[in-house]
């Protein structure tokens, strides 16, 4: 078959891997504006090595916006074969070919939620939800991370929902557990930031403007809507964590990168004049919607009520833990565990009730057994024991109270207990 154009993504020199993230995105995005409207495309992956889903998931959805419009994009996925599967657990070849992508929650060691689409607010809570709940089990998170997660995934997806145009969102979370990052991104191919800004602001005159109004604190189209901080707490919140933030709507892309000087800033970018160093608009090829690229780091405590100008949240953790005294945390075997009879169901366990020690330092732990007649010694050395050793069986017992064990259970623990505490 004859295309209008090839493109082939970061194809790298001889000795650099090849690459797909939120450049080779802008990338994609540039080749395409050169384009004649509705050309046939040939997108060739075939040299990619590793992708990202802050270029993989607005591509997709870049993709399947161009076909909807009349366009012809075919793929070559990549020939590396664990890549090429990646692709097909992660929802991006699914939505390369334009396949429905149904909501699926995390497996149990993934790293990722797969990408998936949504257009309303009965489809985007249980995504939510599951992906919170997903990553609590599986990665330590530090005091604060997990509501900062919360809020921006709320406000950030439903962003779409309330000022796109009626148009889906693409939604995908990705863990970098060795770099202690966790990566959000939300797409939309509705009408951009600066039309929807424009129902209320009319001045506006270009996206660049419109990107920095944006994430002032109450900045919205309509107020009867929404009050206008999603975007900037979401900025807020990446600041004070030393994140990374790219917002990228029209012609405009926002991005805030801690720790680069201007000098080091290599990418056409230049910072306006009322924003602070850190700060980067660009002016760039036009992307017909808005996408919007977190990434907090996870291994530094964060104060979310400071962030957001001294506003505290509500977590899902807190409602679904927390008793109604405030005092106590509760955590329900039997309603949390999969299974009762090896380490790799009790694993996601302990790391839950970890984060939950680091989300709420003030209030004692209830760990409640009640319902579970029996668990294996290695479930219980994985979750209890090692929990206790890695605290130090003092402070365990200070914060944490067993409840709801039967004979049997306190035996295997009473016994695996002493003996990890001897290893």
């Known amino acids: 078959m004859s295309y209008d154009s090839e493109i082939v993504l970061r194809r790298g020199a001889k000795n650099d891997k090849p690459i797909i993230g939120f450049a080779e995105f802008q990338e994609f995005v540039e080749r395409v504006d050169r384009l004649p409207d509705k050309s046939k495309v040939l997108l060739d992956l075939s040299t990619v090595r590793f992708a990202h889903p802050s270029g993989m998931a607005p591509i997709v959805a870049y993709v399947r916006h161009l076909h909807e419009n009349g366009w012809q994009v075919d793929m070559v996925l990549p020939d590396d074969e664990f890549l090429s599967e990646y692709f097909t657990k992660a929802g991006w070849t699914d939505g390369l070919q334009g396949i429905q992508i149904p909501h699926r929650a995390g497996r ?180 017909h919607g808005t996408v919007v690229s977190l990434t907090l780091p996870t291994s530094r405590e964060l104060d979310v009520a400071h962030a957001l100008w001294g506003r505290s949240t509500t977590s899902m953790f807190e409602n679904d833990y927390v ?42 732990l209830i760990i409640d057994f009640s319902g579970v007649n029996m668990i294996s010694a290695s479930f219980a050395d994985e979750f209890v024991a090692r929990l206790a050793k890695s605290m130090g069986v003092a402070s365990f017992f200070q914060r944490v109270n067993l409840k709801g064990m039967n004979e049997f259970l306190t035996r295997t623990l009473d016994a695996v207990m002493e003996q990890r505490l001897k290893s």
């Open 108 to 287: 149990p060691n993934d790293t990722f939620i797969p990408l998936t689409t949504y257009k309303s607010h009965e489809e985007l809570n249980p995504i939510i939800n599951d992906a919170l709940r997903h990553f609590s089990r599986l990665f330590s998170f530090q005091k604060g991370v997990l509501d900062a997660l919360e809020w921006v995934l709320n406000e950030v997806a439903d962003n779409v929902l309330n000022h796109a145009g009626g148009v889906q969102g693409w939604l995908q979370l990705s863990q970098q557990p060795k770099k202690h990052l966790v990566e959000v991104v939300v797409v939309d191919c509705g009408r951009g930031i600066l039309s929807s800004l424009r129902e209320g602001h009319a001045h506006l005159k270009s996206d660049a403007e419109a990107l920095e109004m944006a994430v002032k604190k109450g900045v919205t189209r309509d107020l009867n809507i929404g009050q206008g901080n999603g975007l900037a707490g979401s900025l807020r919140i990446a600041m004070a964590a030393e994140g990374f933030v790219n917002l990228y709507s029209g012609k405009g892309l926002l991005r805030y990168l801690p720790n680069i000087s201007r000098q080091n800033f290599n990418h056409s970018g230049f910072p306006h004049r009322s924003m602070a160093q850190n700060f980067f608009l660009e002016a760039v090829p036009f992307f």
């Open 323 to 364: 008793s109604e005294s405030g005092q106590e945390i509760n955590y329900r075997v039997a309603e949390e565990a999969t299974g009762f009879g090896n380490r790799a169901s009790a694993r996601p366990l302990r790391v839950a009730v970890e984060n939950l020690l680091n989300q709420f330092p003030n209030q004692r």
